[in-house]
């Protein structure tokens, strides 16, 4: 079972940007789609953005669109969450996710988590 684990959470003045990386804990992402969640307080948990395991496939959630670029670097073991233009309502804990196989965008296709990186943007 592949365990991960997310840095690079912080706070951000509204406009700015922050990289999230997520890497696994003694496995390797091989095979596998990653993808970005985050929840906000009193929220569910929602879909950011997904990565296939070869990069082909991309989905990002519509709020998110043109501000957040998901990527991986699978040489290094790393998925990243590039994210620009931060805004207010992006503020939220954001969690790495994994699932072997093709991209998902629901919580419930991924059955592997990471325990979050708080990400706090001022307006």
């Known amino acids: 079972q592949v365990q991960l684990l997310e840095s690079g959470g912080g706070l951000v003045q509204a406009g700015g940007s922050l990289r999230l990386s997520c890497v696994p804990s003694?496995?390797?992402?091989?095979?596998?789609?990653m993808g970005w969640f985050r929840q906000a307080p009193g929220k569910e948990r929602e879909f950011v953005a997904a990565?296939?395991?070869?990069?082909?496939?991309?989905d990002y959630a519509d709020s998110v669109k043109g501000r957040f670029i998901i990527s991986r670097d699978n040489a290094k073991n790393t998925v990243y969450l590039q994210m620009n233009n931060l805004k207010p309502e992006d503020t939220a804990v954001y969690y790495c996710a994994a699932r072997l196989g093709l991209i998902g965008t629901m919580v419930t296709d991924f059955g592997t988590w990471g325990q979050g990186t708080q990400v706090t943007v001022s307006s």
């Open positions: 990565i296939s395991w070869g990069a082909s496939s991309f």
């Open positions: 003694g496995r390797t992402f091989s095979g596998y789609a």
